[in-house]
């Protein structure tokens, strides 16, 4: 890997709020991008699929248990590497 240049104090500033206007112009991009995906239009989900839960089978709507979001994250199984879905619900 390359040493970065030696410059002045004021070449090294100048440079660093270039970068930090790049950084800002990207943050907003993704924010962009973020709140296009928010708004996405949605698909009304009224198939009767049950899930095998700690508690027994249960229907989706029983799984948020009255809360509004629903999330999935995948961790993993302690005897092997194979992804372990995990539902988080939150309020």
Request: charged share 40%.
């Amino acid at each position: 890997m390359e040493k970065p240049r030696i410059v002045t104090a004021e070449e090294c500033q100048r440079e660093r709020d270039e970068l930090l206007k790049a950084e800002k112009e990207a943050t907003r991009a993704l924010d962009a991008l973020a709140a296009r995906r928010r708004r996405l239009p949605m698909v009304k989900f009224d198939h009767g699929y049950a899930f095998e839960s700690p508690t027994g089978r249960k229907r989706l709507l029983d799984l948020f248990e009255g809360r509004r979001q629903l999330g999935e994250a995948v961790g993993r199984r302690e005897d092997d590497d194979r992804p372990l879905p995990l539902m988080i619900s939150s309020g």
